[in-house]
């Protein structure tokens, strides 16, 4: 099952995934069902989450009914639990929207919900990040995760994003990042794309993040607080929900 996932993933186009999944989802969700893990984002339990990765495949990280992955479902909680984001009436951004977010958060009607994105199917607005095309202090939420590490000018990109965000208003940037390094690496002269998904994680990425990517946000203009909240989720929860201990929320303010 790993190298059929591998295979999938390294020659089907993400777009085309995308439609695919909404296929694959029920029949895997219900040859998988158990109790052994659960997807905080629908309640449902599995004997086991599927396989994932580009390169090096993590075991029982994919859930198979929403097919979130750990950051989603950590991120997930933390709205849930410490935010007001499914009560409050609130104008959200959301950059590549994630296909076990989009149907939810476009239900909610607390909610002026606009995605956004240059490829993606689920993308109410064809836009670059590096050029939005939307008003200066316009979005009380911005939800852009796992976005900057493709975006060559990523400075320009966190500019536009905090020009776009309210006074007051709150982003959250999740991004692949290594915890051990304390800056972050690009490489432009690797070019062959197995040796770019070895170094970066995956081909299209451009970068590794290391620790300075909070003080990268923060010389923006962001007040960031670098939420580690599987501290504060109990440590057999955390194997339940299948989430990546220590990984960090970066949670940003205007």
Avoid at 100 to 112: A, V
Avoid at 191 to 220: C, M, N, W
Wanted: with cysteine; glycine share 4%.
């Amino acid at each position: 099952m790993k190298k059929l996932f591998k295979l999938i993933l390294n020659t089907i186009p993400r777009p085309i995934l995308i439609r695919l999944s909404i296929v694959v989802r029920p029949v895997l969700a219900f040859l998988l069902k158990g109790s052994r893990f659960t997807d905080p984002i629908d309640g449902k339990s599995f004997r086991m989450f599927l396989p994932y990765g580009y390169g090096t495949q993590r075991n029982n990280v994919l859930s198979p009914s929403t097919l979130s992955l750990e950051r989603h479902r950590l991120l997930w909680l933390y709205l849930q639990n410490e935010t007001d984001f499914f009560t409050a009436p609130k104008k959200v951004l959301h950059f590549a929207p994630e296909q076990e977010f989009y149907k939810r958060f476009k239900k909610q009607s607390n909610l002026d919900y606009t995605t956004t994105d240059l490829f993606s199917p689920l993308a109410d607005v064809k836009a670059d990040i590096c050029n939005l095309p939307f008003e200066d202090n316009s979005y009380d939420i911005i939800l852009c995760n796992h976005v900057l590490e493709h975006i060559p000018d990523d400075t320009k990109a966190m500019q536009e994003l905090y020009r776009v965000l309210k006074p007051g208003g709150m982003g959250i940037f999740q991004i692949p990042q290594d915890l051990s390094r304390a800056t972050t690496f690009t490489d432009d002269s690797i070019t062959d794309p197995k040796e770019r998904a070895k170094i970066f994680g995956q081909y299209d990425h451009v970068r590794v993040y290391g620790r300075d990517y909070f003080d990268k946000l923060r010389s923006i203009g962001f007040k960031v607080d670098e939420v580690d909240y599987t501290k504060k989720i109990a440590p057999e929860l955390v194997e339940k929900y299948c989430l990546a201990k220590g990984e960090i929320i970066p949670v940003c303010y205007k």
